[in-house]
């Protein structure tokens, strides 16, 4: 007799624990569920804004040449300019000179 109420306490444990253990796996499984949701709603923000970072990267990098190429071109404009005020006078100078030297 004792040792049948023995095996009924066992075999009721075991039922008990068996009910307890596999609704926190539920819950376990809900859980990961719910993280793995997360990660990928994450990952695609993450990955979006990696794409955006490149898109604005491409953007900057062109500004910049363009900023780049507009800035050389009115400075060789102006050098020109330059040059051309400095050169002229001295051209003259030496075809004058070049005139007297022939003569």
Known sequence: M???IVLI???FGAFISY???NKKLTVSNQKNIQLET?????????SEKLQLVD????QVNSEFKNIA??????????LKVDNS??????QTSLKVLEKELKL
């Open 19 to 21: 009910f307890i253990l």
């Open 38 to 46: 997360t990660l990928n709603e994450k990952e695609k923000n993450f």
């Open 69 to 78: 190429s507009e800035i050389l071109k009115t400075d060789r404009d102006k």
């Open 2 to 4: 004792d040792i049948l």
């Open 9 to 11: 306490s066992l075999l």
């Open 85 to 90: 005020d400095l050169l002229n006078p001295l």
């Open 55 to 58: 898109q604005l990267k491409s």
